[in-house]
């Protein structure tokens, strides 16, 4: 059975499902798991059969493996695509891994609709029920009202910046039309959005009181889900033990580490790209061996707009001969002087196994306009920048799968204004615009917000 231990190593060893609902373990880490299970030969079968198998593992002793098998179908079913992730080939032997055929067209869905129902099932299972908040720039928290929306036992409340998401992403949080779910606009800045949710958490009467929880991107479940899709593109590759190279457009660095606990696992996995836009610490790290924060620079792919990238803090941990301790010191440094470096041996290990590229907003224009011209298929600029990357840094020979992370109509005006076209959004959501809105709007203000999420949980 495997426990999860925290990147700090100042907290108990614990359960999966105690991880799922925790969150962010009690010494402020993030949990991993204290030995990977390795995959037994490549899982056959459709998508839901092989994160079934993948997953089984994880969740082993914590949660029973019926339900667990039926939650896994029911998440993938909410899926548009039979194949649920399907891999297209782009060009000879470059391919393109669309993860954005769930409900809200990013692949924040593909773990998140599995990740609800655990929440759910667990609940139930405990006889709780609690209240999420959470802040979101746009697609995570689309997704995650979509992953719960219905459940008797979980109240979410979402706080997104007014005016500061696209009118896509706002309508998907507004439109939902479920007794659970609320969409706050809140007069302020993202960064203003997430200091209210942390104020929340250091309430305490109130946290206890409405039983505060979160889902965010530092979640293990999230991770685990992730895993499955990189297992997943390998079989329907069919080159059995030939290894892949995987480029993935990243902001949190979540999905390019599940790709890394994939080769933990034993898939063969050649070189993960990490691409970047002009937001490109993680480039730099690649580089340089150091980490130096900057300005975030607002671009085209916003959902990558990120400089302190949270999961970063799970590989540290490993490079760092999975000391806690020496982690959490490198961390407190980053935090107090926006630098840190890494030994000479440490950034080996690190350019052994990743390559960092970077877009700029020019760039991943002309990517989208190309790849529209040549193969006649509208990308949506988070794609793009993975694409251009991925081309920038293949080597002769190399199979390179680029991870498509959002579907080109949920960010139309890059699209449109690189190829002259606008893209349809899906028929689940074609009348999307016409809709009816249900938001309440707030100004940046602790106990107003905090009065509210009173009033709406059940
Ligand atoms: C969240 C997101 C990313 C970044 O993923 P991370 O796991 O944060 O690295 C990339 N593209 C899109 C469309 C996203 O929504």
């Known amino acids: 059975m495997v426990t999860y231990r925290s990147t700090r190593g100042r907290a108990p060893e614990i359960g999966f499902a105690d991880t799922l609902l925790g969150g962010l373990a009690p010494d402020g880490g993030l949990y991993l798991p204290d030995a990977w299970p390795s995959l037994d030969g490549l899982p056959e079968g459709d998508y839901s059969a092989v994160a079934a198998a993948v997953m089984a593992p994880f969740v082993a002793g914590s949660i029973d493996q019926d339900s667990f098998v039926e939650m896994v179908a029911e998440a993938y079913a909410t899926f548009r695509h039979a194949e649920v992730c399907p891999l297209v080939e782009l060009e000879d032997g470059h391919y393109l891994l669309e993860l954005f055929h769930g409900p809200t067209l990013a ?139 995987f480029c993935v457009p990243t902001g949190n660095f979540g999905n390019v580490f599940a790709g890394h606990g994939a080769r933990r696992m034993g898939l063969p996995v050649d070189r993960l790209i990490v691409a970047s836009n002009t937001n490109d ?82 760039e991943t224009l002309s990517i989208i306009a190309d790849v529209q011209q040549r193969h006649g298929m509208l990308v949506d600029p988070h794609t793009a920048v993975g694409i251009g990357t991925a081309r920038a840094q293949r080597r002769a020979d190399e199979t390179v799968v680029t991870l498509a992370t959002a579907h080109p109509a949920k960010f139309p005006d890059a699209v449109e204004q ?13 009348d999307l615009f016409e809709r009816d809105e249900q938001v309440s709007r707030l100004p940046n203000d602790l106990t107003m917000v905090e009065d509210f999420v009173e009033s709406v949980r059940r």
């Open 107 to 245: 692949f924040k869905d593909v773990a998140l609709q599995l990740v609800g129902r655990l929440f759910d099932h667990e609940l139930r299972r405990r006889n709780e029920r609690i209240t999420i908040v959470g802040a979101t720039s746009g697609d995570t928290g689309s997704a995650a009202m979509d992953s719960v929306r219905g459940s008797e036992l979980i109240d979410m409340v979402i706080l997104f910046p007014q005016g500061r998401t696209s009118e896509v992403q706002r309508r998907q949080m507004t439109t939902l039309d479920a007794p659970n779910v609320h969409a706050v606009a809140i007069d302020g800045t993202f960064d203003d959005c997430q200091d209210l949710v942390k104020a929340m958490f250091a309430d305490e009467p109130f946290r206890d009181r409405v039983r505060l929880s979160a889902v965010n991107s530092i979640n293990w479940a999230r991770v685990m889900a992730q895993l499955v899709y990189y297992v997943w593109a390998v079989q329907q590759l069919g080159r059995g033990q030939q290894p892949t190279t």
């Open 418 to 430: 690189a190829t002259g076209i606008r893209p349809a959004l899906p028929e689940h959501l074609a």
């Open 281 to 362: 610490i993680l480039t730099r790290l690649l580089v340089s061996g150091e980490m130096r924060a900057e300005q975030v620079v607002p671009t085209l792919s916003p959902s990558m707009d990120i400089q302190i990238s949270s999961n970063l803090e799970r590989l540290l941990f490993e490079l760092l001969g999975e000391d806690g301790a020496a982690t959490e010191a490198l961390l407190r440094t980053f935090r107090q002087t926006g630098v840190a470096a890494l030994t000479s041996d440490q950034h080996q290990q690190l350019v052994a196994e990743f390559v960092g590229g970077r877009c700029s907003d020019d």
